[in-house]
């Protein structure tokens, strides 16, 4: 029996991963956590009987202990590193919305449990502090996010040295064809594919989600920033490609869940059939790429800009950006502020490399960045 850690059950991500392992035969999820929800966690304790649940904001601590039975509640960040301590666990999803719980994945790492990971902040954020200590420990970091499950299953058994570049694919978002004047919040949190969490569907329509997704890429992948290209793909299907240096491209297709990446990333290199509807690719009429407008979208510039600029630069940009976002979801600052807000925070930034500590404080610079310019 595989026993298996959720850092975000109660997500977009966190609940199909729940839905997906009940369907799992010998797979077993033994905690969960979440930022405030208690309701649903509470819910998804009576359901899946976990040995610990973890409610990172204290302050629903005593609603939630109250409707437990039988289950050890934790509370706080620190909850999450003594769960993953306690418990015996062989995987842990990570599908936070933010890299809050970056020192329990750490100590997740070390552990030697396997991360499937979704949150793609902890590796814009730290990702060579990660990936050097998942190098180090010997563990396998194994992606949820769509596009990198597909270039993990292109790469698979496959020689680096023939690869000439990685193509993630992107929607566009719903402001491909649509112009950006006078943008609704409606409009933004309305994905035409995908329907995800509120801060993710607003990187999205900025296409900062593709900036981040670069250099979640770069980490993960271990390729130079110019070999991490992006393609508009509006349909979805294709969930990216991998070019060689023979010009032959290897592609993932499937319809548009992500019920498939997440029990991918728990049973990989294993196959087994899955609850989505299987693509029929003789319904499929077109399939269409084309090049990202960088001037309509100038996130996704500034992602590769801050790659190259590396260091603490991709966490300050992720910073501003988680800031400005929130910014905007509470109505205090207009859409096309947003990329503003990051490039002036991103300007006045040195960047320098150290360790955990060094790159946290580094994001607190950032947030108070933020507020200075906005207020
Ligand atoms: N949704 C997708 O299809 C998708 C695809 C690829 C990658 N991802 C990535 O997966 C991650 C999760 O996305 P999602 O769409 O599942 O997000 P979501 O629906 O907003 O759920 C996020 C989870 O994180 C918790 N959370 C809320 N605020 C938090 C905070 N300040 N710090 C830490 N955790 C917090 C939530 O707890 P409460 O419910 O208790 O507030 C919830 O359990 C993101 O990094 C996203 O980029 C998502």
Redesign the pocket.
Known sequence: MKKVIIL???????RNAVQVIRNLPRYKIVGL??????R??AQQAALVKPQIIT???KGQHRNLKRKLHRVKLLSGEDGIAEMIETLDADKIIC????S??IRGIMRAIERRIELCL????ILVNYGSLVMKKARKCRVRIIP???EHSAIYQCLEGRDRDGVMNIILTASGGPFLRKSLRNVRKKDVLNHPV????????V?SATMM?KG?EVIEAYHLFGFPAHMIKVVIHPEAICHSLVQFKDGTMLAQLSTPD?RLPIQYALTAPDRIPSTTTYLDISQQKTLTFAAPNLKKFPCLDLAYRALDAGKTMPAVLNTANEEAVRLFLDDKIKFQHIPKIIEKVVAQHQPHEGNLDHYMQATMWAREKVKSIVC
Do not use: F, Q, V
Request: charged fraction near 20%; glycine fraction near 12%.
């Open positions: 975000g059950s109660t997500g977009s991500i966190g956590a979440a930022y405030r929800n208690h649903l966690l409610l990172i904001n599908a936070l919305a933010s809050t719980g979704a949150t793609k902040e949820i996010d769509s995908w329907k995800m969490g509120k801060k993710i569907t990187d989600n981040l992500m």
